[in-house]
């Protein structure tokens, strides 16, 4: 042991005294470090010991308790709480002030908030809004209320609303945003957010290339443990524009009552009118994707691990005036309708797409395969254009080859497609005029054997007789008694079938046409509806029919084209371009056809029906004539 000296004291001789002091002295310091070395050795602290790792089978699910659910819906899991023994906490990492970073393509542009990790525009470049600015995806009113795109879902409202109002601080990779929060794609191909604080531990992960899709990582860890946190859409789309203050420019057609779940399993593609869509409804099935979609746009999560997949349906509503003109009319819920999804092991690693519902940008996006690659099923049946598909699509495609060859307008090839339908159809109106000119000329032999079975009552065997007989008068005289109804019967369903094409093709949304600025909306000024209303009119009237009472054709001569026209008033102006083209078409045929033989025939015998009824000489006629 080193020696150890008092400065103060003078350094003495070997004599006694104070040899006796210095010996003293010793003792004491030899004292001290007994009861020092003791004291370290008796009562130091001992060392924190490590706290047993929480460990959890990897193919095993968050620990869930059932909840009881809406009937036919299945129960909501909640998780687990957090174990009694906690860690150490995790390291804090959060930003000291709310930022934004704007991430931008050729296709849109995306406005991050560090608060939260979400979104709070999303606007597409190449479609705008009713005020003629850049379409924003993000609803603003109802995502205030419900919440933002990419913000995580828990089943824990608290937890919840912790990761939505953190500030989580911000990396990019590639290229650095500028000092605005700037950044280019592909220059900038990912933003990371981080987020720490206590037992909780999250990051969010986004990348970007030049198309509509961006792909989403996202993991929320509590003491190292998966929460079942989900990537969340929750909020509607951006084209519903009911929700925006009457003060602004909006459309007047709710959109949001559109609004539709659509998913694909198994295979096999369905959807669910928002009506009848959950809320918090948890369904863990492989989807390939899941949707939510209104006319024109769609927000599509496609799993990386379809076989984990998880997903939850969000269903909320904003009071709104039943009349959107008039703030003072009775309030009416309107639908917001929203989606979640994940994995269930809790790492989240999903794509999106948001954006219009274009066939050649659906059919470019591909669900995960069985390869694990983007090698499945695309996305092209969210066009739904229902069970007349067969019609509706092809359609669809030869209106837009005429915009892309030539015509370069969607209302001219509305009337370009209606001419050449309509002169396709020229035969069969010959075709219906012959038959009718036929049943003209039987009518007589008709109402004779009608007049033998007139004594029997309804429910009488003999009355098949007549029937009989009916059938046999009409094949010996080469009368088709349905051959009248072919036409109409051919164009009813091309009617409906522009009817879903108008309805389901992002093109002919905002398309012009002279005074039309939106063929998928209803005429502003009503021209085309009165037309239709016209010209209905002028062809029932020069259409002869005598086999129909006067009350019939007063009936088919007014109430027809007032239920047409009332019915197009209300819908899209490109469906009355197409009916009124039709309209003014047959209007001139039946005016040719008039003029020919078939046509004055049948006028002559209509005249004399109609002079026989009501007691004339037909003579009389003849000779005003």
């Not at 009071?319 to 929203?338: C, F, I, M, R």
């Not at 109402?447 to 429910?459: C, D, S, V």
């Not at 005598?546 to 008033?569: K, S, Y």
């Amino acid at each position: 042991m080193p020696e150890i000296r008092n400065p103060n004291l003078q350094t003495q001789g070997s004599g006694g005294g104070s040899g006796g002091d210095m010996r003293s002295t010793m003792a004491f310091f030899l004292l001290m470090l007994v009861v020092l070395f003791g004291y370290q050795y008796f009562f130091k602290p001992k060392p924190a010991e490590p706290a047993p790792a929480q460990s959890q089978s990897q193919s095993q699910p968050p620990q869930t308790a059932s909840q009881p659910a809406a009937p036919g819906q299945p129960a909501q899991p909640q998780l687990a709480a957090g174990s009694v023994q906690a860690l150490a906490p995790t390291p804090a990492v959060a930003a000291a002030l709310e930022t934004e970073t704007t991430v931008e393509n050729e296709q849109y542009k995306i406005v991050f908030t560090n608060r939260g990790a979400q979104v709070k525009h999303w606007i597409l470049k190449k479609y705008l809004d009713s005020a003629g600015k850049p379409l924003d995806m993000v609803q603003p009113q109802a995502a205030e209320k419900f919440g933002f795109p990419l913000s995580l879902f828990t089943y824990e409202p608290a937890l919840t609303a912790q990761l939505d109002q953190a500030l989580y601080q911000v990396t990019a990779s590639g290229a650095q945003p500028s000092p605005t929060g700037h950044a280019e794609v592909p220059a900038t191909n990912a933003l990371t957010f981080h987020y720490a604080a206590g037992d909780l531990d999250v990051v969010k992960t986004f990348r970007f290339d030049s198309s509509y899709v961006l792909t989403v990582e996202a993991e929320v860890k509590r003491n190292g443990t998966p929460v079942r946190a989900l990537v969340a859409w929750p909020s509607g789309l951006g084209d519903m524009e009911e929700f925006l203050p009457s003060s602004l420019t909006r459309s007047s057609v709710p959109t949001s009552a559109t609004s539709q779940f659509a998913w694909s399993l198994d295979g096999k593609q369905d959807s669910q009118a928002v009506a009848k869509v959950g809320n918090n409804a948890t369904f863990d099935q492989p989807y390939a994707y899941a949707a939510i979609t209104d006319l024109y746009f769609v927000s599509a999560f496609l799993p990386d691990a379809p076989e984990r997949a998880t997903l939850v349906t969000l269903h909320n509503t904003i009071d709104l005036p039943g009349d959107l003109s008039n703030p003072n009319s009775e309030k009416k819920p309107a639908h917001v309708l929203g989606l979640a999804m994940g994995d269930t092991s809790g790492a989240n690693r999903l794509r999106l797409y948001a954006g219009p519902k274009a066939m050649d940008v659906l059919t470019s996006i591909h669900a995960t395969g069985s390869d694990g690659k983007s090698t499945g099923e695309s996305l092209e049946p969210l066009i739904q254009f229902g069970w007349l598909t067969v019609i509706a699509k092809p359609l669809y495609l030869a209106l837009r080859f005429l915009v892309e060859h030539g015509v370069d307008n969607w209302g001219w090839a509305i009337i370009v497609v209606t001419v050449v339908f309509n002169l396709l159809m020229l035969p069969t109106r010959f075709m219906m005029m012959k038959s009718s000119l036929k049943m003209m000329r039987i009518q007589p032999k008709v109402e004779a054997l009608k007049q033998r079975y007139a004594h029997l009552k309804i429910n009488d065997p003999k009355k098949a007789e007549m029937n009989t007989e009916m059938m046999a008068l009409y094949k010996a005289e080469g009368v088709n008694m349905y051959g009248s109804c072919l036409p109409m019967l051919i164009q009813m369903p091309l009617f409906f079938a522009y009817f879903r094409v108008l309805q389901n093709t992002v093109e002919l949304r905002q398309a012009h046409w002279f005074w039309l600025t939106d063929l998928s909306a209803p005429d502003p000024i009503h021209i085309l509806p009165i037309l239709i209303i016209i010209s209905m009119f002028l062809t029932q009237y020069i259409t002869p029919s005598p086999g129909m009472d006067a009350a019939q054709r007063r009936m088919m001569a007014f109430m027809m084209p007032v239920m047409f026209g009332f019915m197009l008033w209300h819908y899209a102006s490109g469906l009355a371009l197409y009916w009124g083209t039709g309209n003014i078409i047959n209007l001139a045929i039946q005016l040719g056809i008039n003029q020919s033989h078939i046509g004055k025939e049948m006028h002559e015998i209509a005249a004399r029906r109609a002079a026989k009824k009501a007691g004339i000489n037909p003579k009389t006629i003849q000779g005003r004539r």
